[in-house]
């Protein structure tokens, strides 16, 4: 704020109506009696304020769909313009007692040259068990270490990506949690997964692949832009 105008004054200095009368200009910026519950004062960045409820964590669902009798689904061209990408898998179908992996990547899969590690820990009843793949591959993936049931859909993967689209930082991490029925349905399972990609070269990543260690005969998924 500029007000008043005068940035000289002496002991004695008297305002002058010009140098005053730019209060209601750069004073009442916005009007308090406009707000809504929630709404903060937000600056536009072109010298003028209003009241707006902060966008920060909002999720943005960017697309969603149904795989039906694929082994391998890819979601490719996500938009790059979030921070995080947060992706659901659900209602999971799947031929065979077998498991279930969410990967992502840049481009044609296994993407760009890099170092990928996933660690996985599932618990079943009073019981922890873990696993873990390493390898020189150019995505990062979550999950794909423990088998559900067929026939059973109770069944949620969800995957977070952290600065997924990040062309300055070489190293991606991403972090899951799932809750599905074993083999025979009769036992639920928690796992929980973190993984990282320690890229050659700084690269966004694009796609999502859903993939099933045998075909999944239905599935649904939605993916989410984070801020």
Not at 64 to 87: C, F, M, N, P, R
Not at 134 to 146: E, K, T
């Amino acid at each position: 704020m500029t007000w008043p105008t005068k940035t000289d004054f002496v002991d004695g200095d008297v305002l002058t109506a010009a140098q005053v009368n730019n209060v209601g200009t750069n004073l009442n910026l916005f009007d308090p009696t406009s707000a809504t519950i929630g709404q903060v004062p937000i600056a536009d960045g072109a010298g003028s304020v209003a009241f707006g409820t902060p966008t920060a964590g909002a999720y943005t669902l960017l697309t969603s769909g149904t795989i039906s009798s694929a082994a391998t689904t890819d979601i490719t061209s996500i938009s790059q313009d979030y921070k995080h990408l947060e992706v659901w898998v659900y209602d999971i179908n799947i031929a065979g007692n077998n498991n279930v992996r969410v990967d992502m990547f840049d481009g044609t899969f296994p993407g760009s040259t890099g170092y990928t590690l996933t660690e996985t820990i599932q618990g079943a009843s009073t019981t922890l068990s873990g696993s873990g793949t390493q390898g020189a591959y150019g995505f990062i993936r979550l999950f794909g270490q423990f088998a559900m049931g067929s026939g059973y859909t109770r069944n949620f993967y969800r995957c977070v990506f952290y600065d997924y689209a990040s062309t300055t930082n070489d190293t991606k991490f991403a972090f899951g949690q799932a809750s599905f029925q074993s083999t025979g349905g009769s036992t639920y399972v928690g796992n929980w997964s973190t993984a990282c990609l320690q890229q050659a070269s700084a690269i966004g990543l694009d796609t999502v692949r859903i993939v099933g260690a045998s075909t999944l005969t239905t599935a649904s998924y939605r993916i989410y832009g984070v801020n």
